[in-house]
């Protein structure tokens, strides 16, 4: 890691690093006032190369970096046969120019837990996009959760969010991404600005969707996010086919989770073809998303894989 890095990091109110919430609409407003002013100049471009293996009945991380991107110590609170990681980007959030590179490989056998300590934050935009760019793939009979916390798009942001994943058969990913747009309880709507969204596993499932504010049919329709402004997907997908019976499980797991669910109504598991089953959620804020997320992830790692519902450590902190 450079000086570069480490001087605007330090730079930073204490409050907005890491894992740190907002607490007021005056401070949200300072920081991102902040962001912009003393960082409009300066783009970095990070990467993270990961990958793991199964090595005598133990998943092993290996990493290389470059900027502010790396991983924590590995952690295994449920057995050595499923390896817990928390990636974290020490500036916590990207102006534009920023580009992030996140490439994970599972190797055979290996399971992989990936989250972060906190939001990943798409500030206001100088003119250029800020990119944040992750690629997985899994080798045959390998596993992978990609558990991400959510993304905040800040008003005036000009952000892209691209993930890729690429499975051998045998192969299966649980996943998700939500989105949040703007900051309404402290009064900074997402009154401007843009981002792109894409989902895609090449060949079989793409999702590419870009939310303009300026695009207020979206925005308020019925037909759209219907004035909502936290949006989330999850994924089971497969680097073959499931068998029919497993893909009734794994939907009919997740409508019964979503069913008991206070967000039943704007939430749905469907399954666009045979390699993936997706939910798809709406809600006013982040909190109750990922509440009923957790709680697919914990039903579809049981009737799936047969694995208890572990959290990672960090989302009690």
């Not at 890691?1 to 330090?10: S, V």
């Not at 800020?130 to 596993?143: I, T």
């Not at 793409?206 to 996010?225: H, K, M, V, Y």
């Not at 089953?277 to 909190?287: H, I, K, N, W, Y």
């Amino acid at each position: 890691m450079t000086a570069g890095w480490a001087e605007r990091y330090k730079a930073q109110p204490v409050g907005h690093r890491v894992g740190v919430k907002l607490a007021s609409s005056a401070y949200a407003h300072w920081v991102s006032s902040y962001y912009y002013h003393s960082f409009a100049t300066m783009s970095w471009h990070a990467r993270l190369q990961l990958h793991y293996a199964l090595e005598n009945a133990r998943t092993v991380a290996r990493f290389e970096h470059s900027g502010p991107l790396r991983i924590l110590q590995s952690l295994y609170p449920e057995g050595h046969a499923v390896c817990h990681n928390v990636l974290v980007h020490p500036p916590g959030g990207l102006v534009g120019g920023d580009t992030l590179e996140i490439a994970v490989t599972v190797g055979p056998g290996a399971h992989a837990l990936i989250t972060t300590p906190g939001a990943t934050r798409f500030y206001r935009s100088n003119g250029e996009r800020a990119l944040q760019r992750s690629h997985l793939a899994l080798a045959e009979g390998a596993r992978m959760e990609w558990l991400p916390l959510e993304a905040l798009c800040y008003n005036g942001c000009d952000a892209e969010n691209h993930l890729t994943l690429e499975l051998a058969p045998g192969a299966e990913c649980l996943g998700w991404d939500v989105t949040a747009l703007g900051l309404p309880h402290a009064d900074q709507p997402f009154a401007a600005g843009r981002f792109m969204q894409h989902i895609e596993m090449p060949g079989a499932w793409l999702e590419r969707g870009a939310i303009d504010a300026a695009d207020q049919r979206l925005l308020q329709s019925p037909l759209g996010l219907a004035g909502r402004r936290c949006l989330g997907s999850m994924f089971l997908v497969a680097g073959a086919a499931f068998e029919r019976a497993r893909r009734d499980d794994a939907l009919d797991a997740a409508r019964a989770v979503i069913g008991a669910h206070a967000l039943t109504t704007n939430a749905g598991a469907t399954s666009p073809n045979g390699r993936v089953v997706a939910v798809r959620v709406l809600a006013e804020q982040v909190e109750p998303v990922m509440a009923l997320l957790k709680a697919v992830r914990v039903a579809w790692r049981e009737a799936m894989w047969g694995l208890k519902g572990e959290a990672p450590r960090v989302w009690a902190m």
